[in-house]
């Protein structure tokens, strides 16, 4: 949510800060700002919408200038408008500041700063932090950010230039809103996403809570917020510029979902021996008699069908919580307990709140992520890296599918320690998560069969979504796409819950998707289908190759390759995912940046 992107360097600040930017459209947010020191002197330009429109401000009022700021906003204090979007002044005109985060005791300091004389332009909570730093001013913009910091309730990070300190760049991070620090040749840069500077360096520090860094020509200082020296370690990310390119693709969804196969064989990869790079010994597994699972969102449903492997394959009782609640409830964690935290970002603010308050009370702690160096995997005991590589688009496809990877062969990892498989029995289950790289392929070959279907189906408003044992999650995900991305009503539900109720929605206007593939369950699914078309519903069914059976029951059919019933959900994803795209295309919505929504989620 909200981007921010700074430089200082060699360069003109303006092209590349521009360039950060739409490296950050896919965050989500509504207006655009960017500020910049020349001659000693801060200029701003800002603008709601998108950053298309603040390129037309600065082509009619350009700004010039080796040092600067930008940022794309994500409402939460203040309507979208110009006077909202980032940078923020203070009184003089000569302080500009870019936020990430909320700062939760804004009221009350904006009251205070108020008594004290200041002027308010804007609604919202980054401008006092603008008059704070103003405040404190005398005491030079490094100590004055320091004494402001300290008065900030709330998530925060930030981007600070001035014109009293002409040649510095200040960057703040606390509560969690993430914040890097990139070292090229051509400068020094500071972002909330690592995907803003690829295009000039790889290599960053990763600010921690309570620190702040310090970029000028002289280089860069990383100290805590009493000012103390920090000494980092520098992470050499492992992707490239290219890889976060469209190659050739109209969206950057759609190249995700055709990267698939790539990125689910590149995870199995990497975790083909889980505990190499887990950092939790075997004795400490052992001792584990209860896994908790926590995420938000589409983590949330590779969590729910990472429960049906772990019990299935490792006899341990596993719960699955969205992080949100499982934070504010009382949730019973000891140290025989493993929480397991699964984030895309490793940002997301309430796994990342789950995550401690688990560690809090004793229990070992794994992280499920993809992002080298970020909040969760450096706060849990252990991390599991997805493979996946940037993930641009916005609805998460290649990410889910990666989770679901990891958790099969942490599965299957667990198992073994645990005593619940045989060597044999993990040989087996390797070799057959070996294989859906392959498989996933061929539904991909498929997906001319999805877009003959697409235009049919995409008039309808509503969907209902039905799945049965571990296909249940996929019921999930597949709504959810539709909703994210051709804003869509759907609804997924436990097929077995039919008959209490959802069954009185179902009639010609209601098309159903039954995923119903060969399994112990399929009898099951075949039924509810049958009760679908005595209501004269519509059924769109996700099932095996060579069931002809089902093709008589249903309306339309997308068929999967077979594999075994643990690896089927990542298989069936796969086409719900090109169906949500392709009606999303169909009815002209932004597919990779849907309104209202944001990749990582840094706020509550």
């Not at 200082?8 to 500020?35: F, Q």
């Amino acid at each position: 949510m909200c981007g921010i992107i700074g430089y200082v360097g060699n360069r003109e600040a303006v092209p590349i800060l521009m360039d950060g930017l739409k490296r950050l459209e896919y965050r989500g947010y509504d207006s655009a700002g960017v500020g910049v020191i020349c001659e000693g002197r801060l200029d701003v330009r800002r603008s709601v919408g998108k950053i298309a429109a603040l390129e037309r401000v600065l082509s009619r009022e350009p700004l010039r200038g080796r040092l600067g700021v930008a940022h794309t906003r994500w409402a939460t204090h203040g309507r979208p408008s110009d006077a909202n979007a980032h940078p923020h002044r203070d009184c003089s005109k000569s302080l500009a500041v870019v936020h990430n985060g909320i700062i939760e005791n804004c009221a009350s300091l904006r009251k205070s700063l108020e008594a004290d004389g200041h002027q308010f332009e804007s609604q919202t909570d980054t401008e006092v932090i603008a008059h704070l730093i103003e405040r404190y001013a005398g005491e030079g913009l490094e100590a004055a950010t320091r004494r402001a910091a300290a008065t900030l309730r709330g998530a925060f990070a930030l981007g600070i230039i001035g014109e009293h300190a002409p040649g510095t760049l200040v960057g703040v991070r606390n509560g969690g809103a993430p914040l890097v620090v990139a070292v090229g040749g051509d400068g020094l840069f500071l972002a909330s996403d690592i995907a803003a500077v690829l295009k000039y360096t790889r290599d960053v520090f990763v600010l921690d809570d309570g620190e702040m860094a310090v970029l000028s020509e002289a280089g860069a200082r990383i100290v805590t917020l009493e000012g103390r020296s920090v000494h980092k370690p520098m992470t050499t990310i492992p992707w490239s510029a290219a890889a976060a390119e469209k190659d050739g693709y109209p969206h950057f969804m759609l190249k995700e979902i055709h990267e698939q196969p790539r990125t689910i064989e590149a995870t199995i990869r990497s975790l083909r021996d889980p505990d190499g790079g887990l950092g939790l010994d075997c004795t400490d597994l052992e001792k584990i008699d209860r896994i908790a699972l926590v995420a938000c969102g589409t983590s949330w449903h590779a969590a729910l069908v990472g429960k049906y492997m772990v019990e299935t394959l490792c006899r341990i009782p596993v719960e699955v919580d969205i992080a949100s609640e499982f934070r504010y409830r009382e949730p019973v964690a000891t140290g025989s307990t493993l929480t397991v935290a699964i984030s895309q970002s490793g940002e997301t603010a309430d796994t990342l709140g789950a995550l401690r308050h688990a560690r809090g009370c004793g229990s070992k702690s794994v992280a499920i992520c993809n992002v080298v160096g970020s909040s969760i995997s450096r706060e849990a005991d252990g991390v599991i890296y997805t493979r996946v590589g940037p993930e641009i688009s916005v609805a998460s496809t290649k990410s889910f599918t990666g989770q679901l990877v990891a958790l099969y062969l942490f599965a299957v990892h667990l198992g073994r320690t645990k005593g619940a498989l045989s060597a044999d029995q993990a040989s087996a289950l390797l070799g057959e998560v070996m294989e859906i790289p392959h498989l996933a392929k061929a539904v991909l070959g498929r997906g001319g069969r999805v877009v003959e279907l697409a235009p049919a189906l995409t008039p309808y408003p509503s969907f209902l979504y039905l799945g049965r044992g571990v296909t249940y999650p996929v019921a999930l995900e597949g709504a959810l796409k539709l909703k994210e991305l051709a804003y869509t009503h759907a609804e997924g539900y436990p097929a077995g819950e039919m008959k209490h109720g959802p069954i009185a929605l179902v009639d010609p206007k209601l098309p159903v998707v039954v995923l119903a593939p060969r399994g112990r369950l399929y009898e099951k699914a075949l039924g509810n289908i049958e009760e679908v078309k005595a209501r004269n519903g519509l059924v769109v069914a996700v099932a095996s190759d060579g069931d002809d059976q089902i093709a008589t029951r249903a309306d339309h059919v997308l068929y999967v390759p077979r594999t075994t019933e643990l690896l089927t959900p990542i298989l069936c994803a796969i086409p719900l995912q090109l169906l949500a795209y392709h009606i999303a295309v169909l009815r002209e919505c932004d597919v990779d940046q849907p309104r209202n929504l944001a990749k990582s989620v840094t706020v509550e």
